[in-house]
């Protein structure tokens, strides 16, 4: 299934957050500290984080493989939350 991110209701630094979450392979997961670097704004972390949970399609552009810079798990905006988040990565082989 392809997204079209011009489709979307966000700002272009949000579709520019949302483009870089399609380029996390399965059973990888990043720091938005890294996330942010990516996407060329490295001291934007608390906006990337920001961008990442107004994440319209949670799963599909997959805002679950993004974790916090202390190796803790973070947030997930999707449906139930972090456990969500968790069984999520378990099925991509990420164990939290």
Not at 38 to 49: L, S, Y
Request: glycine share 12%; aromatic share 6%; hydrophobic share 40%.
């Amino acid at each position: 299934m392809q997204i079209i991110l011009s489709k979307l209701n966000g700002t272009k630094f949000q579709k520019s957050v949302w483009a870089e979450l399609l380029k996390i392979k399965r059973g990888e997961i990043i720091t938005y500290k890294e996330l942010a670097r990516r996407i060329g704004k490295p001291k934007a972390v608390r906006a990337v984080a920001n961008a990442v949970g107004a994440n319209p399609l949670p799963i599909k552009i997959p805002c679950h493989r993004v974790v916090r810079s202390d190796g803790t798990i973070g947030g997930y905006s999707g449906e139930g939350g972090v456990k969500t988040k968790k069984l999520i990565l378990k099925k991509e082989g990420v164990i939290f």
